[in-house]
């Protein structure tokens, strides 16, 4: 056993172990959904960001950046992140407060429907299964790398590995592996990205040499490269999917089951609004650390094949053997905390949102949610088998399923008076098929959308409609009403003026972080591109209407405003 696999086998038994620790101490079904509820700030940061950084972006999009899109990649992801920010305001806090078991239970019991939660129920079903099968086959694939495992060995340990402590732990084991994981693969990552760049040459001279790569000519540029046998015909092309892309997983960060669900673990809203903020920054500053390295790994290899494995090939090639080791055991830790995330929520859909279950014993409930835990893994992995291996457009393709089936009922059932439980209810499916059907058929390459119709688009726009027009010939029920006007009711609890303060430094932290993140990105990125590629204003100075310079600017236009109203709600809710 090399040191590779020996660093990949002693995380999976720590995590094994803390997992089934966990799960010793799970008695009744709040701990086995909601980990009773308790969980402290640190705990939900780690949970929000190691479930949405799986194998897809250290493998999928990181990959996808080595090919040619370094530059747009290091640009954009401040706007997506800020939906953590308007989620907690806007729909995570207030889903806290309905005390639900699972996402699609709120649903159920805003609109006092089991047709609505069944149709969440569903959506979370499909759309996590499908997500469930990326990581899990971007976990094999890692593991045919570093070892002689074929890839259905490689499936079947990396399954049992997350299945051993999710089916008995539930969300408490869930969070506490997933908190682990996240502290491992945010160091690791950041000094592996460091030793990179000190071996280029440093910051402003990785830029210059990274705009003279001779086969990726744009690979820095706003627009990446585009055109030619790229997926975007042109730089409109790419730039409308990449806004689309943006404000999508915005609305996944901000409602999507596998995040929002995370505010039902919190012990109380004020954590749900510092974790909301902290995940932000790191989010950004992982997938800036994992762009800017999947990009620097061209200056050892540009054509490395399939791009997935770019990332791999550094931890094996590039980087001292000790650190190496651990990028790859960051990067099992990254798969296996979005696949347990992912495993439980689905496994928690089907034994608690398709159908009542109110007469049932609380631990008859409780054994049989972790007996359909098992099934749900054993059909997950048959899938696995069979489905085809493209990990960063598998997760595109239902990754983002949620922001148009999920995006307007979950705010307008918070904000909307007359949006009714037929209309929830035809919402989600409108827009899950909307998006699912036409996206569909463009994988299989049966048709070709216009690229001003992207389906995720289309399904959001689609499902909006839906509400709004079922909304129109139908009535709120008392229930409904009621039940609405009682989440809109602060907790006195919660009503904590020492805690407020503590809370608002989280908005506060945020905006000096997008300032500060915006002048190192002028110095090491633009400055050093602009020398390189010769596109300097007159005087030697930035040019600040290039692409580039306009799109590093954003980054504090975004995100102040979103700092500062998340500061002022803090004050005015918790005062």
């Known amino acids: 056993m090399d040191i590779y696999s020996g660093a990949i086998l002693v995380s999976l038994i720590v995590y094994i172990a803390v997992g089934n620790y966990a799960g010793r101490r799970v008695k009744k079904l709040d701990d086995y959904f909601v980990a009773g509820r308790r969980a402290p700030t640190l705990l939900i940061v780690g949970t929000l960001v190691a479930s949405v950084l799986s ?19 290091l640009l954009w992801p401040p706007i997506g992140a ?33 047709r609505v939660q069944t149709a969440a129920g569903l959506t979370i079903i499909f759309g996590l299964g499908g997500y469930l099968l990326a990581v899990t086959q971007g976990a094999a694939i890692l593991l045919t790398q570093i070892t002689d495992f074929t890839f259905t060995q490689g499936l079947i340990i990396s399954w049992v590995s997350y299945t051993a402590f999710t089916m008995y732990s539930g969300s408490r084991g869930v969070i506490l592996t997933d908190t682990l994981m996240f502290l491992l693969f945010t160091s690791v990552a950041m000094l592996a990205l460091i030793f990179l760049v000190q071996d280029a040459g440093g910051w402003s001279e990785s830029v210059r040499q990274l ?20 997926p975007f015909s042109s730089v409109l092309h790419f730039a409308l999917w990449n806004i689309t892309l943006a404000v999508a997983w915005g609305l996944v960060y901000a409602v999507s089951p596998w995040q929002s669900s995370r505010y039902l673990i919190a012990r109380d809203e004020h954590v749900v609004m510092r974790a909301a903020c902290i995940a932000a920054i790191f989010l ?8 800017a390295a999947g990009a620097v790994i061209n200056l050892s290899d540009a054509g490395i ?21 651990l990028l790859l055991a960051g990067i099992m830790a990254a798969g296996l905390s979005s696949a347990s995330t992912f495993l439980s929520l689905v496994g928690f859909s089907v034994s ?63 904000w909307s008076k007359r949006i009714t439980a037929n209309a929830a209810f035809w919402g989600i499916i409108s827009g899950f098929l909307f998006n699912a059907v036409p996206k569909a058929l463009e994988y299989l ?30 009535t709120v029920s008392r229930e409904e009403h009621v039940y609405r006007m009682q989440m809109h009711r602060t907790p006195e609890q ?4 020492a805690k407020m303060r503590l809370t608002r430094y989280a908005p506060l932290v945020l905006g000096v972080y997008s300032v500060t993140m915006c002048i190192i990105l002028i110095n090491i990125y633009i400055k050093p591109f602009q020398e390189a590629t010769g596109t300097l204003a007159g005087g030697g100075g930035i040019d600040w209407l290039s692409g580039e310079s306009l799109l590093v600017l954003a980054h504090p236009v975004v995100v102040l405003p979103t700092a500062w109203i998340a500061w002022r709600m803090i004050r005015k809710s918790y005062g």
Not at 461 to 471: C, D, E, Q
């Open 284 to 291: 950004i500053l992982m997938e800036l650390t994992l762009y």
């Open 352 to 414: 608690n949102d398709l159908f009542s279950h109110k007469a049932v014993d609380e631990k008859k409930m409780l054994r049989l949610s972790r007996l359909i835990m098992l099934v749900v893994g054993v059909v997950a992995l048959a899938v696995a088998f069979i489905s085809p291996v493209d990990i960063f457009w598998l997760t595109y393709f239902v990754g983002t399923l949620f922001a148009s089936s999920w995006g307007a009922v979950a705010l307008m059932s918070v």
């Open 445 to 474: 390459e049966w048709v070709e959308l216009p690229f001003w119709l992207d389906p995720i688009l289309l399904g959001g726009f689609v499902s909006l409609a839906v509400v709004l027009v079922v909304s129109r010939y139908g």
């Open 305 to 325: 094949e399939p791009s997935e494995l770019a990332i791999i090939h550094a931890a094996m090639n590039l980087l001292p053997e000790t650190l190496g080791a």
């Open 494 to 497: 919660e009503v904590n003026p």
């Open 55 to 73: 194998t897809n972006i250290f493998l999928g999009e990181t990959g996808f950046v080595y090919e040619g899109q370094a530059g747009p990649y």
């Open 211 to 230: 705009t003279q790569v001779p086969e990726k000519p744009d690979l820095m540029a706003w627009h990446g490269i585009v055109g030619g046998d790229t």
């Open 82 to 114: 800020m939906g953590y920010i308007f989620g907690a305001l806007l729909f995570g806090r207030y889903l806290r407060r309905s005390r639900a078991l699972t996402v699609a239970d709120y649903f159920g019991k805003r609109f006092n429907s089991q």
